[in-house]
């Protein structure tokens, strides 16, 4: 290994360490199933937001979307814009009212157990159908998380691919395993404020190199203009209606996101909402913003241009080129600290679904506290062997992957959570029918293609979700009076949580 490989590995060493501190004082604050799913319901505003963030954008943001840039142009500003807007929106709807209908009905844990105590679902299936539709979309957003891991490690260290994911997935896995939901949020606030210094400093310093930031744009209109159009591809073709739909409609997927709209049920005061949309909003505007720039500025700093299946390490490559191996350590353990503050938040929330949702629903319902915790430990170790399983190809597109998870969750819960917090009537069978209708229309809409079928799956799973939820509750004879004063319990129950 070489003197600079060794700079970098022990930048890497430091990091983990500092995690790993970390996990181990969440483990000592976690004593139950409530501490290790929701931290206790205890998360400050700044906590909130960072973690929530940081936990939403994952590696895609260093990897995946620079990369999109880098061969798009200004075509990503569409992404990036539905994304900063879907954020704010998620934070004004979503929030308050979710950490209020949560905790008043009956101090649900996940969004399963929140469906079945929100719409009286004694028989179990709008639970389990939930369940099965997080796990299995979590286990392919888990295997971004991983397949981004892996070429990070094989880049920097010139390890093989599967040793690389193996050494990605191994630190994911422990101090998520061992700390729990205040483990993976506390390190979310590091890995949150890494990840915002390395974007902003990789994109200023390639463009101060390049003589400014006008004299890079000028350029880059000198190699290939179209990389500078909003609605051109970067051959020339146009965009068109679909394109640019599809590429703003990432802002959808918010609604339905576990591992975000926990962050919402875990925050302790609806009091904090407000400063912590503030500091989410900002955070996520420059992110997404450095990670644009970094790829465009990519096609003005790397003289040989990346191929195809190369273009998502434009992010590592320009960290090689413009930093001594000190600061480039840290460049990069910002990429590792993206990759692992989703990933653990996916393994959290898949496994907090398989223990509360499965296991103590369907076969342990006498389990104590201390058996539920180890068997979510349990569970995080498993579901990760899955992931890995499914990363194990490196030829995989982590924005092919992490698009087609996003969607699924848009689509199957996003409508079903907006709608059992404002429409009073809505009804089991509607919201059975929504996840099932949204869920499944992502599921078959993505193996066609040509026309209509290219627009981004998560608009017909959207929107046919929203028409099932509605035929679904015309005819479901549900007790609707029942259903109504339970929702006028909810919101008159929000003062004790804070003011709305």
């Not at 179990?124 to 397949?147: P, Q």
């Not at 009076?481 to 929702?487: D, I, N, Q, R």
Request: net charge negative; proline share 3%; glycine share 12%.
């Amino acid at each position: 290994m070489s003197h600079e490989d060794l700079e970098i590995a022990s930048t890497f060493g430091a990091y983990f360490a500092l995690v790993l501190v970390i996990g181990w004082y969440a483990f000592r604050r976690t004593a139950n199933l409530s501490d290790f799913i929701l931290g206790g319901r205890q998360l400050g505003s700044g906590t909130a937001a960072l973690s929530a963030s940081a936990s939403d954008m994952s590696g895609w943001l260093l990897l995946g979307l620079p990369g999109f840039a880098y061969a798009a142009g200004l075509e990503s500003l569409w992404l990036a814009g539905g994304l900063l807007l879907g954020t704010w929106i998620n934070w004004r709807l979503l929030a308050k009212r979710l950490r209020i209908f949560s905790e008043v009905y009956g101090d649900a844990l996940t969004l399963p157990e929140y469906f079945a105590n929100r719409f009286g679902d004694d028989s179990g299936w709008l639970r389990g159908i939930s369940a099965f539709f997080i796990l299995f979309f979590f286990l392919i957003y888990t295997g971004s998380g991983l397949v981004a891991g892996g070429k990070l490690f094989e880049s920097v260290f010139g390890l093989p691919y599967i040793w690389a994911v193996s050494a990605g997935a191994f630190a994911i896995l422990l101090y998520t395993a061992v700390g729990g939901f205040l483990a993976v949020s506390w390190t979310d606030v590091l890995q949150g404020l890494l990840m915002a210094a390395a974007l902003v400093a990789v994109p200023a310093i390639a463009f101060y190199d390049e003589g400014g930031f006008g004299s890079g744009l000028a350029r880059i209109e000198a190699i290939n203009p179209n990389l500078l159009g909003l609605f051109t591809a970067s051959d020339g073709s146009a965009l068109g209606f679909i394109g640019t739909l599809s590429l703003m409609a990432w802002g959808l997927g918010y609604f339905g996101q576990p591992h975000i709209l926990a962050r919402f049920q875990a925050i302790r005061s609806i009091d904090d909402v407000g400063r912590a949309r503030l500091i989410a909003v900002s955070w996520v505007a420059i992110t997404l913003t450095g990670a644009v720039l970094a790829g465009i500025a990519g096609t003005l700093v790397l003289e040989t241009p990346l191929e195809t299946e190369d273009r998502e390490k434009v992010f590592i490559e320009l960290v090689n080129l413009l930093f001594d191996p000190a600061i480039a350590g840290i460049c990069l353990a910002a990429i590792l600290a993206a990759i692992m503050s989703t990933a653990d938040s996916q393994l959290l929330v898949s496994s907090s679904t398989f223990t509360e949702d499965l296991y103590r629903t369907l076969l342990r319902r006498e389990a104590g506290p201390r058996e539920l915790v180890a068997v979510g430990r349990g569970s995080v170790v498993v579901l990760a062997g899955v992931a890995f399983l499914m990363a194990l190809d490196p030829e995989t597109m982590i924005l092919d992957l992490v698009g087609y998870a996003w969607a699924g969750f848009g689509a199957a819960f996003g409508p079903v959570i907006i709608l059992s917090l404002y429409w009073p009537r809505m009804t089991r069978r509607g919201a059975i029918a929504g996840v099932l209708a949204g869920g499944i229309t992502v599921v078959v809409w993505k193996q066609l293609e040509g026309g209509l079928f290219d627009l981004y799956e998560i608009v017909p799973g959207f929107i046919l979700s929203l028409v099932a939820i509605w035929i679904g509750c015309l005819t479901d004879p549900a007790p609707r009076a029942g259903l109504e004063a339970g929702f006028k319990r909810a919101l008159e129950g929000r003062t004790a949580i804070g003011k709305a």
